[in-house]
């Protein structure tokens, strides 16, 4: 169970008359098990606030609840463990190391879990294998598709198995087919339980969600 809930979050970069104000002061709820996406022109905020709910970015003011827990009231070490053991990340543009292998990209979530590493090398293969990709995991990523490389960064995602999935423009990269495959994944993550956040441009894909949550000039339409 992790349900999250913004309090009046607001976010501002700079200070004085180079200031950039991000958010004005924005709330919602996200119950557990919801897949909501959010959408909004470049520059309207979505990325920060997705950032914000990734406990990567402390707000300027308001609160990020996480089942009760004010977020940036914890210490970091603390934050960071939350983040470890709750939330998996995709990004729009990989981030794939691209020296190591899939498998060993996969793995990096669990550099800090004790674990042996045979042990982090069969979680990171059923990851894979979840995305269709586990004949593959001892390529490299220059020797995949970037559809394909999108699935090695969901696996890496959910190798630790967090009950949320933050993703900032999973399809941005891809052609309309690929796009669809791994809108298809995340649906499936979903209905298995996760939490999924999803910015993206695409209104097509963001119909994939329970609701969507739209951002203008920093704010909640």
Do not use: C, W
């Given at each position: ?17 180079t ?22 022109e ?31 009231a ?31 990209n ?37 020797q ?14 959910i ?50 969600a329970?609701?969507?949550l ?8």
């Open positions: 169970m992790k349900r999250i809930e913004a309090q009046q979050i607001a976010k501002q970069y700079g200070k004085g008359a200031s950039v104000t991000a958010l004005k002061g924005v709330s919602f709820t996200i119950d557990a098990g919801e897949f909501v996406s959010v959408m909004g470049s520059g309207s905020g979505k990325s920060t606030l997705l950032s914000i709910v990734g406990t990567l970015n402390s707000p300027t003011s308001g609160r990020l609840m996480v089942d009760g827990v004010d977020v940036y914890l210490a970091k070490d603390k934050r960071a463990d939350l983040r470890r053991e709750s939330i998996g990340f995709v990004f729009q543009n990989f981030n794939l190391i691209p020296y190591l292998t899939l498998a060993e996969v793995m990096l979530p669990l550099a800090t879990v004790r674990e042996k590493r045979a042990k982090k090398r069969a979680m990171a293969l059923a990851a894979l294998e979840k995305v269709g990709l586990s004949e593959k995991s001892d390529r490299l990523p220059g995949i598709s970037g559809g394909e490389q999108e699935r090695v960064a969901i696996a890496r995602a190798v630790g198995r967090p009950p949320i999935i933050l993703a900032d423009e999973p399809t941005g990269n891809l052609d309309s087919k690929t796009g669809k495959e791994i809108m298809g994944i995340i649906n499936t993550l979903n209905s298995e339980g996760m939490t999924i956040i999803m910015v993206t441009h695409n209104a097509d894909y963001a119909a994939y329970n609701r969507v739209r951002v203008a000039d920093g704010l909640l339409m």
